[in-house]
């Protein structure tokens, strides 16, 4: 397990992708690298970091299936605790019916795309400067 973050601050000024996902899934497995390779290229390895942040919320059927699938598999982002309650409230809010699910928010909770894995399958990196606007955020950079 790792350490717990303040959410406002940790999201602040940010586009945020919900992750919605599962170790037992096949398709969860085939993505998560996709998306590991789009994090990291955007906020490790970006000059500027890119103002961008993944929250994963788990299906997984225990605590400790979720900590294995994270751990193997996920990159440096955050997690939401298996036990928090309000992943299901979160499930309701953006209609998850199936994993895994990509959902693209602004800072304040509204979708800018619930298509977050088609989207970043299809045109990869090219996605990410769409959200950002859509986002309205300041921005700290000059062009990307």
């Not at 497995?29 to 500027?48: M, N």
């Not at 900590?67 to 309650?85: K, N, R, S």
């Not at 996605?127 to 062009?143: G, H, K």
Request: with cysteine.
């Amino acid at each position: 397990t790792g350490d717990l973050v303040d959410p406002d601050e940790a999201l602040r000024n940010k586009v945020v992708g919900v992750y919605f996902s599962a170790g037992w899934c096949p398709p969860c497995r085939d993505f998560t690298p996709l998306l590991c390779d789009f994090y990291t290229e955007l906020v490790d390895e970006g000059e500027p970091p890119a103002q961008f942040e993944i929250v994963f919320v788990s299906s997984d059927k225990s605590s400790d299936d979720m900590i294995e699938y994270y751990h193997d598999m996920h990159g440096d982002w955050l997690a939401l605790p298996w036990t928090d309650e309000f992943k299901n409230e979160l499930k309701q809010r953006y209609q998850i019916t199936s994993v895994p699910k990509l959902v693209i928010l602004k800072e304040n909770g509204e979708v800018i795309t619930d298509k977050g894995r088609k989207q970043i399958r299809d045109k990869g990196l090219a996605c990410f400067r769409p959200w950002l606007e859509a986002a309205e955020i300041f921005q700290n950079f000059n062009s990307f």
